[in-house]
């Protein structure tokens, strides 16, 4: 059941998904440069967390109500929407004030709570609607009919979920090799200006987009 014929072509098509940038990449690099290599792994783990919400919700059918109920689709869309205004909005408050301090070997002079880059990261993912719609009709073509849904789309994210740190972990460790770089305050506040611009518009473009 686990390595079945539609392994190998899942494994193909989910490392090929997790290399295209996205908002998930934007956040890691965002807040690694803000504090550091452990700030940006908390990151990374936390937003593959989400990863199991949205296999449970759609093994479960309730990705399924979501996409056929109009309100409560357009709800967590502008849910999601707001959280990365919001998290873009912040930036741009860090780097119209000076940017953020990072000293040597890529931590911040003022330590940033575990609980704050666990929770970004993983709201960031769990309120993206794009995931839940992906998910829904993404991991369907590789459970077979005989399959436990739930149990088969548990073990399909944990997958992804080990190759998409693999990933951002290694984003994160070269972020942080350039912690001298990021140290100087004019990078850091091009650094903040840029994601925090880009989170924004990730923002609006999630608020304005139509259902599929």
């Not at 290599?37 to 093994?59: E, K, P, Q, W, Y």
């Not at 002079?109 to 993912?125: D, M, P």
Request: aromatic share 10%; hydrophobic share 55%.
């Amino acid at each position: 059941m686990f390595f079945d014929a539609q392994f190998w072509p899942f494994l193909v098509a989910i490392t090929l998904l997790t290399l295209t940038p996205g908002v998930d990449t934007l956040l890691v690099i965002r807040n690694t440069s803000r504090g550091g290599v452990r700030d940006g792994i908390l990151t990374s783990v936390a937003i593959c967390s989400g990863l199991f919400v949205h296999a449970t919700v759609s093994a479960l059918g309730i990705s399924l109500i979501l996409l056929q109920s109009a309100w409560a689709f357009n709800a967590l869309k502008l849910l999601g929407a707001g959280y990365l205004i919001w998290l873009g909005l912040r930036s741009l408050a860090s780097a119209r004030g000076g940017g953020l301090p990072v000293a040597d070997m890529g931590v911040s002079k003022e330590r940033v709570s575990a609980w704050v880059s666990l929770r970004e990261g993983f709201l960031s993912n769990v309120l993206n609607p794009k995931t839940v719609v992906f998910y829904m009709a993404f991991l369907p073509q590789f459970i077979a009919p005989g399959d436990p849904a739930l149990v088969k789309s548990l073990w399909l994210a944990g997958i992804h979920f080990v190759i998409a740190n693999i990933w951002q972990i290694g984003i994160v460790f070269m972020v942080g090799s350039a912690a001298r770089w990021l140290a100087k305050r004019w990078v850091s506040r091009m650094m903040e200006g840029a994601t925090g611009t880009v989170l924004v518009l990730f923002g609006i473009k999630l608020a304005l987009a139509q259902r599929p």
